[in-house]
């Protein structure tokens, strides 16, 4: 998810960390600065993180264990600089984010952005245990591939990297435990995803190490298409696990024939449903955000069910509040808490993104049409299962739709 995962900064920046590890796979420091000081200008923590972890990597393989054969390499290159350059790029607007905030209002964004919205990500103990033995198994394979895996010289600044990574997580980890002790700094910590880069990289770096085991010349120091001569059985193994694993991720990807985005486990509704029934339903979706963007202005805002994510995609229009859409700078952050609390209050049970509703009563109806400008709301049927007192406006006469309505919001 983190290296390709839609149009994101965070997706052309690992594009130019790939580029940049292909340059020191074949030792060539200087351009690898380059690339990574690109990739910080497109998103910082990515390009950043991969900054310090080509560091390590170099103190390691450079200095500290550099093969008798091999020229010392200069750290201080003119392509470090340069990188560092490119790097304010995407350092400047990262630090105008909480320039229009007081430090308590920064505190308070933190706090919503690392315990609230984004905690999946950023809180270990938040994460599923699965998740720790997955990566675990992954950990263990890298340090094994280090320690007793003979690699050859371009392995080594790879593998390194990716130990770095592993090293940047386990911070991560430790900074996971604070919240019970210093909860505000913590928060602040937690912003800065210390385990996206060990996501990434340490398959990576592993996969790197197997294809090199499994075209069994350990002295070769040119990385080229590996052969199926001699093959590991190691190396086998793995490409056989793996080759499981994505026929099996891509057949649970594919039998439903809608988008993950609008699947049922993903937005916590009814996760069981039949293929028919989430097909039916998707369907439902794009008939009522088409009516949206053919029958109204293209200035019109609505609101929305709690759940959806994909309303601005598929209809061009604006939404009041949305889970998935949630800003990055602190003041606007925290606009965004008071929006969602506003409309998806905690009272009524809407904890979970699966809780999607909305208080249906004229005074807060009448005061969100009046504070946000909004005329419509789009309702899942299926959660507010009776006819509302209000004037409905789709479907209407021919139309059809058994999954959504819209109706207009009272105005006196």
């Not at 490119?86 to 984010?97: I, M």
């Not at 070769?220 to 193994?237: D, K, S």
């Not at 699947?263 to 039916?280: K, M, N, S, W, Y």
């Not at 202005?297 to 609505?302: K, S, T």
Request: net charge positive; aromatic share 14%.
């Amino acid at each position: 998810e983190w290296v390709v995962g839609g149009i994101e900064a965070k997706v052309p920046a690992y594009g130019l960390v790939l580029m940049g590890l292909a340059e020191i796979i074949r030792r060539r420091w200087s351009r690898g600065w380059v690339w990574f000081g690109g990739a910080s200008a497109f998103h910082v923590l990515t390009g950043g993180w991969a900054v310090v972890a080509a560091m390590v990597s170099f103190v390691v393989t450079e200095r500290l264990f550099r093969r008798r054969d091999e020229s010392p390499v200069r750290f201080f290159s003119a392509g470090l600089f340069i990188g560092g350059g490119l790097a304010l790029f995407g350092l400047w607007p990262a630090l105008r984010l909480t320039l229009d905030a007081s430090p308590q209002e920064n505190v308070m964004a933190a706090r919503i952005y690392s315990y609230y919205r984004i905690s999946h990500h950023l809180l270990p103990g938040n994460f599923p245990t699965h998740w720790f033995i997955r990566q675990g198994i992954l950990a263990a394979g890298l340090i094994a591939a280090v320690c007793c895996g003979r690699p050859t010289s371009a392995q080594r600044r790879v593998l390194w990297v990716a130990m770095a990574a592993l090293l940047i997580a386990a911070c991560g980890l430790i900074v996971g435990v604070l919240p019970a002790y210093e909860p505000d700094l913590a928060a602040k910590l937690l912003r800065y995803y210390w385990f996206r880069l060990s996501d990434a990289m340490v398959p990576l770096a592993l996969a790197f190490w197997l294809m090199g085991c499994w075209d069994g010349n350990e002295q070769r120091e040119q990385p080229r298409v590996p052969t199926l001569r001699g093959g590991n059985r190691v190396a086998w193994l793995a490409f056989l696990i793996a080759a499981g694993l994505f026929g099996w991720s891509s057949y649970q990807r594919n039998r439903f024939g809608i988008p993950p985005s609008t699947r049922h486990r993903l937005l916590g509704f009814h996760p069981d449903a039949t293929v028919t029934e989430q097909r039916r339903s998707h369907a439902d979706w794009l008939a009522v955000c088409d009516w949206a963007r053919v029958a109204t202005p293209e200035e019109e805002i609505f609101l929305t069910p709690r759940h959806q994510q994909t309303f601005k995609w598929y209809s061009g229009r604006a939404e009041v509040v949305n889970w998935k859409d949630v800003p990055q700078d602190a003041a606007s952050l925290l606009k965004w808490k008071r929006r969602f609390d506003d409309v998806y209050p905690k009272s009524l049970g809407a904890v979970r993104l699966g809780s999607m509703r909305v208080p249906i009563s004229y005074a807060k109806l009448k005061e969100y049409r009046k504070d946000y400008r909004v005329r419509f709301m789009v309702v899942d049927n299926r959660i507010a299962t009776k006819q509302l007192p209000l004037v409905k406006i789709y479907p209407v006469g021919d139309q059809t739709n058994a999954t959504y309505s819209v109706y207009e919001l009272p105005n006196d």
